[in-house]
């Protein structure tokens, strides 16, 4: 059975993200803190901290994820008209 790995506050390194737990889907690691340096290397993994207030951090990264790369995303004739015709809610 594999858990999740403990993070503390240094270094800012994460688990490779294929060590995260089939169910819950994507969790990987508990704890660290919601640093900018610490958030920077997570999101460049794919991984992302979910957690209610008061609680660890539990950070994640689900399979199937999406990483986006602003850079090199390319916005479609077919995905444009797509966004245009649905109905979005941000929240």
Do not use: C
Request: charged share 25%; no cysteine.
């Amino acid at each position: 059975m594999k858990i999740p790995a403990f993070l503390e506050r240094d270094p800012l390194t994460f688990p490779h993200p294929s060590l995260a737990l089939r169910q819950p889907n994507g969790l990987l690691a508990i704890g660290g803190d919601l640093s900018p340096e610490r958030l920077t290397a997570a999101y460049r993994q794919g991984i992302f901290p979910w957690f209610s207030e008061g609680e660890p951090i539990l950070w994640w990264s689900p399979d199937p994820r999406l990483v986006l790369h602003p850079d090199e995303f390319r916005l479609t004739r077919s995905l444009r008209k797509r966004v245009r015709s649905a109905g979005w809610r941000i929240s």
